[in-house]
Structures are given as structure tokens and as C-alpha cells.
């Protein structure tokens, strides 16, 4: 209470108890409220002490029969509610701590106590201050400093078990409970409604942490992975049953839809997205789609980009971050019209109409995509090196799928690789069928399940990129394409499953930092290849590790850099081989590639940390960069059945049969082949 006595002629009604309002004189004195016949009798009727308030709700207007009313919770299970015809009610009546009096300047749903657990300390809870703004919860906690914002519309996962709700955003996870059920049902029932859609506009939609609508994101992902290679993509009709059944699915819950090979038809998802942008309220151009077509009357080239890049820089941020990503998208598409057939020319006239929301007779909106898809670099501003990337990648995986299965149906594209468990043996041998868009953790799931091995909740299974050769391993990041990986591997290497023991702690030491960099003396040594020979000893260095890079210094004094790698480029294994006579047993092996230029930079170097505590920290903060934060998954052992990318395979025992077709001596064969070296296959890529 921010006032030491307020009182108030106020409608009250005690829930369960009066089916009526009845109007009464509230007093709040020194942590009591009490509330009486009228401000002339001296007995109260009833009361609460302010501490036993947990959470304050406000209802829609009308809701209970007045302009404005709102409910009180006590940690006594009990509900009591308000109506009043004056909208400061609300908070004159607040029952905010001081820290948190803030909360109370925004036009909040709801506000009041929750208690929150972080997931390194699941023993005990804190209590932390809410207040639920549209679809934004700002929170005040006990171990924090200020406010904190959490966008409910942005978040990566979000679940309820039991009385726990579980907020899981890039970098951290939220456990809420309430102080008593009755309390908790209503926030969880606020902070669901608050993370779906809200509304029909694009920024109403749950969004990815680059602002773009999550059915656009998977969509585009899905057609980039399984459906740049099909003939009239975009043109082709789906099943319209099945295509509205998506549709509403992405509506209701977009964070719980997840596309798989298989379940969903390449058309049907292309129909989805075109419907979203054709139904989408104000359209992606907003407000201005008018100043869009009247601009292809420009006849100048270089005015007319120059007025396409002004109307883009003035879109809402979503609708600019959702065109820069369909239009990326649809570049892509053309570039590969060779085998799909949809040049520049016939993606415009698809998607004119759909993005201008138009019958079609309108020439000038298919001006405009063409347009757009023909400078995208130039209006866009797009990094070349980074298109080119992005275009090697979905050429490899076309590539890969036509060589390995080039008249197969749906399952195209799989590889069948050798994965062991625990360690390398005979026995320990798995051949699974990787698809393209495979994670590590989908791999991990389905060796264990083959062995039915039971997980725990913290037990840490990863998959391993093993070199035997230089003695050296990490573990993959579990949201890592298994296939690219494959794709490098040399002869030496090979991937395995197991625990690992080092996560746990890792996870600790990164909970307890607030800015996620690391420095400190290592000792260093660089190997660089010429003409075939090696050169380097170990150094005391100081080393500083942030966002963007890993700097090397002289020693702790030195005021410029010797040396400076973007951490995006650096490939992080544990350990070093014996053979270099690293000083202590605790290394690190970074490897450090660049296609800047024609001539592909390679380096290789070796990290020693004196203990194994401090090689764990170095690891950890590396990969918390590369990674945004998100070393392992939220819900590790509910998420197990829903991560595999395909079902269990037909198997003979533990190895999956081999998909194999042609005469029994093309057969013995291409078994023999595999036997031998199962990377064969990409021989000829």
C-alpha cells in the first residue's frame, strides 16, 4: 500500500458468499484492509491484512455488471471482487511493495505475487512481483535488479505441469507457481491467452526472436528444405481440407506446430503460407500498399529502387523483418527454377495478388515482387558472402538427395550412417537413416530408443563428433543438422552417444554470469600448415572472449590485440593430442576457417587451462556465444517423443534395414560399398 490510510465507498462482493454487490466502506490502514456497513459504523465486517493479497485481476469492462471491476486473491484461497464506476480504483487500492510501484504506472491485466524457480535451483523458490500488459509480463524479481520483460509472444516454449507454468525464452527458463491454485489457474489461463495470437495483424501473430511471424518462419524452412525442387512450387494447389486444418492449427497454438516430412504435403504448406499474407489484416504492406504500386510508375531504375528502399525503412518492424524474410525466401525459389519452373516472372504473378490482397487484375502488384526479388540485394542491403552461403547450403542438400535416392519418393534425401553408443565397439553399433533436417538431439532420441535406454531428468545424453586421429571431441549443439556434419567428417572421425558429464556443470557456471564473456592467461600454441609441416610451441597468452570475438594478447598489460578470430568462425573440440606435449592434460583444440577470401584461410590451435574447472568455464562461454544462450533444451525428457523427425525404421534386430533397390548383385554390392566406407556416397557430390 503506498499510503499509510485510504478508504473508499466501493461495491463489494465476497465471492461464493453474496450472489450480490453490496456497497461498503473500505478502509486500508497500516497493512489492514477492512471493509463496513458505512464510513458511520465502527465494527468492520470482515477483512485481510495486506500481506495475505496475492494477486490483483482486472476484468473487462461491463464484465460484472459496472464500468470497471477487478478481483483480489488472498493466499487463503479466497476471491474477492470489485466494482466501481472511477478506473483509478485500481491502483488507489494497490497492495505493490515499494520495489515494485512501477508496475502499477501500466494499464495491466493483471498484477500481483508469484513465486518462480530458475532451472539450476528447482529445489527452492523466490518471490517475484508480475504484471501482465497485453501480451508483455514485466516482472520484478527477488534476485534481480529492476524490471525485467518477458515478450509472452516471443517465447520458444511455453507449458503448464501440474502447478508449475514453464517460460522458456532465448537464454533462460522461467518455473512460475502460484501461492495457491485458485491464483495459479488464473495466471496461467492469462499468460496462454497473452502468448497466442492476439489479433490479425502480423505484429499480433507469435513471433521469432527476429520479429517474423512463426508460421512464415517454419513454412519458409519447411519448402526451403523439402520443396525448392518442385516443379510449379507456389503455383500448384494442396488439399484444401488439409491446408485450412493447418491454417487453424498455426492459428490457435503457432508455437506447437512443427512441419515433418512425411505428415505434410510440399503443396499443401506453400497454400498455407500464400493464405496467411492474402488473409493477414492490413496486409504486409500496411497502410501504404498504395505508395508500393504507384511507385513501379517510375521509370528510372535507380529512383525507383531508391523509393523502395525509403517505403521499407518506414514498414512496422514486423511487416520489415517478415518482407526482408519472404522476399530473401523467394530469391532462393527463382534461383532454382531450372528444376521448379518458377522464374522471376511467375513467382511475381503468384504472389502480386497475395501480398496486395488483390483480385489479380492489378499488373502493378506483380510489378512490385518482381521488383523486389530481382534488387533484392540492392534494396535490401544484403551481404553477398552471406547469400552466397546460403545458396552453397540448399544446393548441397539438393545434391545429396538426388545422388542418394534420385527416383525415390518422400524418404529422398536420407543417408544411412554408422552411430555408436557410449563407445566405439562392434557391439555398440547403430546404422540409422539420417534425413536431412535431423538434429543432434532427434539423433540421440532415436539411438536410445533402440536400446531402450531410460533417460533421466538430468542426465545429459548428447551426440559426439569423435577424431580419433587428433584426439579430440565435442559435443553437438542439440539443434545441429546431423547431415552437413556427416558430410565433413573424415575417416578418423566418427559420432557417438554418451553422457556428458561435463553439462551440468556448465550450466551452473553460466546461470551465475550476468554478461556471458570470459578472459583470462592460457597457454597457447598455433599450428599452421606449411608446405605440408607444422609450426608452433606453447605461450602464456591472455586471452578475452566476448559476443563477437576471441582477442589475443601479449600478457594482461598489452593495449592491443595480436590477434583476432570472429567466434562464429571458430569450431570448438575438447582435448588435445599427446603428441604435441600440451603442459597440462586439461585443452582445448579450436579450429578456425574462413572463405572470406578465394583462398580459404585454415588454422588449427591448441588452449591450455590449468584446471579442468576453468577448461569447462572457456567451453561453456564459447558455446553459450555460438548458441545465443541455449546449451540444452528446456523439458529435455518430455520433448523425447515429439523429436523424432521420422519414425523407427523396419529393423532386424538392433540395425536398421538398408533401403536398397536393383538386381542381388547391384545389392550385394552397394552393401559391400557401404560396409567399407559409409561416407562412400558422397564421393561424387
Known sequence: MKANQTSLSIKIRLFLSLLEFSRRWCVLNDGNFNYYESDKIATPNGGLKMREIVCLAVSPPETHGYDHSFEIYSDAERLYLFGTDNPETMREWSFIPACAEDLLQKDFERIGRLRYKDPLNLESSKVGWFCLVASTLHVCLEDGHGQETIHLQKLLELSRDNEVLVLVERGRTLYIEG????????????????????GDTLSQQQLTEADIPVIVERCIHYITQYGLTSEGIYRKSGVNSKIAALLEAFRRDARSVWLKEGEQQVDDVSNVLKRFFRDIEEGLFSQQAHNWLSTTAVSDESRRISQYQLLFNNLPRVNKATLRTLVNHLYCVQRFSEMNQMNLHNLAIVFGPTLFQTDGKDYNAGRVVEDLIQHYITIFHVNEQQLKTQLDEITFIIKLRDNLNPKTGPASGDFICTVYLEEKKETAEQHVKIPAAMTAAELTFEILDRRKITVKEKDYWCCFEVNEKEEIERPLHYQERVLPILHSLGTDSHLLVKKNYSMEAMLVYLASKVDVTKHGMLKFREEKSLLGLTTGSFNDRYFMLNQTSLRLYKDVRSNRAEKEWPVKCLKVYQGIKKKLRPPTCWGLTVAYGSDKTEKQEKQQWYLCCDTQTEMRE???????????????????????????????????????????????????NSVAAFTADPLSLLGNL
Open 179 to 198: 501461492e495457491r491454485k485458485l491464483d495459479f489457474y488464473g495466471w496461467a489461463s492469462a499468460i496462454e491467452r497473452a502468448a497466442g495470437s492476439s
Open 618 to 668: 572457456w567451453f561453456a562461454t564459447f558455446l553459450s556465444i555460438q548458441h545465443a544462450g541455449l546449451l540444452w533444451p528446456a523439458e529435455w525428457v518430455k520433448s523425447r517423443a515429439a523429436s523424432r523427425s521420422t519414425p523407427l525404421d523396419t529393423r532386424l534386430g538392433n540395425v536398421s534395414l538398408i533401403p536398397l533397390r536393383g538386381t542381388e548383385n547391384e545389392m550385394r
